[in-house]
C-alpha cells in the first residue's frame, strides 16, 4: 500500500469503527513490524498479530479487553477513562503529559505479539486543526493527518532490588514509577526504554572518534568532556529521529525527588549540567516530541 492508501484506509477504519480494519493496519505498522522482529526474529511477525481490545473516540467499534491485560483496563470504559486508568500510578507527576494524551489520542488498541501485549495509542502524526468529538465525524484523508501509533509494552518485569548493566542500581525513581506503566513508549522515529540500557554518552561520543587522533580535538568541548569521564555515567534510554537528539539519565545527578536528571545530545551540541527534572521533561518535553505541540 502507499501511504496516501494506507492513511486513507485508516480514515474509513476509524469512522466506521472497524475493528478488522483496524487490526489488519496495525499489522502492517513500521514499528510493530520491528517490534515482532526483535522478538521473534521474523519480520513476519507482526502478520499474527491480534487486536484482543479497542477503544475509539465517539465509542463507535469498541472490542472488550482482554481479561489477562496488564493494566486490567476495565470493560465498557470509554477513551477518556481508559488513559486516566492506564496511567492513574503516575498522574500527579505528569499533568501535562496526561492532558497531551487526552487531546491528541484518537483511539487505544491492546495488541497480542509473540506471547506478549502491547497498547497502540493512535494519533495524528502531523496534526491540523481540531479533532472531532465522534470519529464518525472524521475529515477524508487530503494529505494531512497522517496517522502514527505510539506503542507501549508492558510495565515492567523488574523487581525493586534488581540491579540493571550500565545503571549498575535498581531503577531509581521516577524511571522505576513510569516503568510500571510501559517499560518502553516506540513510534515511527521516537524510542524510550526504561528498563534496559545499552550505551553511555561517553561510550557514543569516543566512538565518534575512533582512530582519530585526539590532539587534533582537544578543543572539541564533548570529546574533552567524554575523555575526563564526565559522560560516563550519562545512560542513554530515549532518542528522537525527528529532533535530532538522543536523552540520557545523568545518574551523577539527581533531582529532588532522587530520579536522575535528564540531558541531551543533539546536533546543537551537548546540555550542561544540571539537566531537567526527570517529570519535568516528560511532562514539557515528550508531548512536543510526539505530538508536535
Not at 477513562?81 to 492506564?86: F, Q, T, Y
Not at 494524551?101 to 486543526?129: M, P, T
Request: charged share 25%; net charge negative; proline share 6%.
Amino acid at each position: 500500500m502507499e501511504i496516501a492508501e494506507i492513511n486513507r484506509s485508516w480514515g474509513t477504519a476509524l469512522a466506521e469503527g472497524d475493528p478488522r480494519g483496524v487490526e489488519q493496519l496495525l499489522r502492517r505498522n513500521t514499528r510493530l513490524v520491528l517490534l515482532g522482529h526483535e522478538w521473534s526474529g521474523s519480520t513476519k511477525a507482526a502478520e499474527a498479530a491480534e487486536l484482543r481490545g479497542l477503544v475509539l473516540l465517539g465509542g463507535a467499534g469498541g472490542v472488550p479487553f482482554a481479561a489477562d491485560d496488564p493494566w486490567r483496563i476495565p470493560v465498557g470504559a470509554g477513551l477518556a477513562d481508559v488513559l486516566e486508568h492506564v496511567w492513574a500510578p503516575v498522574a500527579g507527576h505528569c499533568p501535562g503529559f496526561l492532558a497531551a494524551l487526552r487531546a491528541e489520542v484518537l483511539g487505544l488498541a491492546l495488541i497480542a505479539l509473540e506471547g506478549r501485549y502491547l497498547l497502540g495509542y493512535l494519533h495524528f502524526a502531523d496534526r491540523k486543526g481540531e479533532l472531532p468529538r465522534d470519529l464518525k465525524e472524521l475529515a477524508p484523508y487530503t494529505g494531512a493527518n497522517s496517522l502514527d501509533v505510539l506503542w507501549g509494552t508492558a510495565p515492567t518485569s523488574l523487581g525493586p532490588t534488581d540491579v540493571l548493566p550500565l545503571l549498575d542500581e535498581s531503577l531509581p525513581p521516577g524511571v522505576r514509577d513510569l516503568a510500571a506503566v510501559h517499560a518502553s513508549l516506540t513510534s515511527f522515529d521516537f524510542a524510550l526504554h526504561l528498563d534496559r540500557f545499552t550505551t553511555t554518552l561517553g561510550a557514543l561520543t569516543l566512538a565518534d572518534y575512533e582512530g582519530e587522533d585526539p590532539g587534533d580535538y582537544d578543543q572539541d568541548e564533548d570529546f574533552v568532556r567524554a575523555v575526563n569521564g564526565e559522560f560516563d555515567r550519562w545512560i542513554q534510554f530515549c532518542t528522537c529521529d525527528s529532533a535530532g537528539e538522543a536523552y540520557f539519565l545523568d545518574m551523577a545527578d539527581r533531582d529532588p525527588r532522587r530520579s536522575p536528571r535528564v540531558a541531551l545530545s543533539g546536533i546543537n551540541g551537548t546540555s550542561e549540567r544540571p539537566g531537567e527534572p526527570f517529570w519535568h521533561w516528560i511532562d514539557h518535553a515528550v508531548p512536543s516530541l510526539l505530538f508536535c505541540v
